[in-house]
């Protein structure tokens, strides 16, 4: 079928003609990515700024030059075509030869530039070094992972779609893909998002490379992370001071962070006293987006894309959501509290006026953020509560 999407025309496999995305053995087009890939070429375009902008983009990557794009894992290639019509000089890669020719044909479709290469991934990262590398795997990309920072020069573009050992909810193939203990809490898609960048940041560490989380989000069935890497030991060694470990009380939803490589957890919850306490890390605790480059990519964000509202409300979103490293969400609090939930914002406005930071959360319609802990939030949000039920 021809798809139509942002400003290149595809051809791709119909989704509803029985083939299985994933299962390996067939080129697959997933129409649901649609708004990861709008979001994709909005920092690709608002990225290229930032380098050409940039005092040190480097006697490698010189600012007056193409930037070269890697799409790892190609498929039909749309992904590949649309970073080629941002300006991107692409290459599409796959392992399977129907893939490639695929992705070739629908570059040629558009008349745009790019070359389309059978390859292993790791074997062409391994072999091949790019400005921006973007892995969109089926599941964990936790196996490409060391070939891509060894293949990356600027920016590393990862999805991840294996939420349930990310989150915790399998616990044990979490812990082995992701070298990690993660937990399946309340904020249980934040703490997937961090679980991944954790990872990546170890990885990158191994090499001397510090990861920097310019533009991250967890939606609907994915986490997505783009990293700016630095190549340079001291860096990567600031970068892992971000790593710690979160502690959290099953009964009252209290929870607190640690930075370190070391957990020293709570004996009993601080604010209740109960003995179910989770903890989870070393995960990713510091920023995951730059606010500023945010900024920039809802500048990039066209009416022409077919998610470009969605896009658009996630960037607004992640542009004011504080940086603490979980979040609540406030009906889960009120029905603990046996109280009546009101408006968010009215919640957060409560909030800010008991001297408190707050802002909402991209993870779903009642998710917020805040400095408060669960008993300031409890005695900020109780008096409007009572208002309400008078």
């Known amino acids: 079928m021809r798809v139509s999407e942002g400003d290149v025309d595809v051809e791709a496999p119909d989704p509803r003609d029985g083939s299985s995305e994933g299962a390996g053995d067939a080129v697959f087009f997933n129409p649901e990515m649609e708004l990861n890939r709008d979001l994709t070429v909005a920092v690709l375009r608002a990225y290229e700024s930032r380098v050409d902008g940039s005092a040190n983009v480097g006697a490698e990557s010189p600012a007056d030059r193409t930037l070269s794009y890697l ?62 590398v973007d892995l969109d795997p089926f599941g964990t990309p936790m196996p490409f992972a060391d070939a891509a920072v060894a293949g990356t020069r600027k920016l590393l573009c990862v999805t991840a779609t294996d939420t349930a050992p990310l989150c915790g909810a399998h616990f044990d193939s979490g812990v082995r893909t992701y070298d990690t203990v993660p937990r399946n809490t309340d904020f249980h898609r934040e703490m997937g998002l961090r679980v991944l960048i954790g990872a990546l940041s170890r990885v990158a560490a191994r090499r001397d490379v510090a990861v920097e989380p310019i533009c991250s989000h967890a939606t609907r069935h994915y986490a997505r992370t783009y990293l700016e890497l630095t190549h340079k030991a001291t860096a990567a060694d600031k970068a892992l001071q971000w790593l710690g470990f979160v502690h959290h009380c099953e009964d009252c939803l209290y ?29 990713w605790l510091g920023p995951i987006v730059d606010r500023e480059f945010v900024d920039a990519v809802a500048d990039e964000v066209t009416p022409n894309m077919g998610e470009w509202k969605r896009v658009s409300r996630l960037l607004d979103t992640l542009a004011v959501e504080l940086d603490t490293p979980t979040h609540y969400d406030q009906h889960r609090l009120c029905k603990q509290w046996g109280a009546p939930a009101n408006k968010l914002e009215t919640f957060l406005d409560d909030l800010r006026d008991a001297g408190y930071e707050a802002s909402p959360a991209h993870y779903g319609g009642t998710c917020f953020k805040t400095d408060a802990d669960v008993s300031e939030i409890r005695e900020a949000a109780e008096p409007a509560a009572a208002s309400d039920r008078e």
């Open 255 to 283: 929870r607190e962070h640690e930075f370190g490589r070391i957990a020293h957890p709570p004996e009993d919850c601080p604010n209740c006293g109960s003995a179910r306490s989770s903890t989870a890390g070393p995960i």
């Open 71 to 132: 799409d790892a894992m190609t498929a039909t290639g749309v992904r590949a075509a649309r970073a080629a019509e941002a300006g991107y000089d692409v290459t599409a890669a796959d392992v399977d030869p129907e893939a490639v020719e695929l992705a070739r044909e629908n570059l040629a479709l558009n008349d745009l530039p790019g070359e389309a290469v059978e390859s292993d991934a790791n074997v062409l990262m391994h072999s091949e070094r790019f400005d921006v």
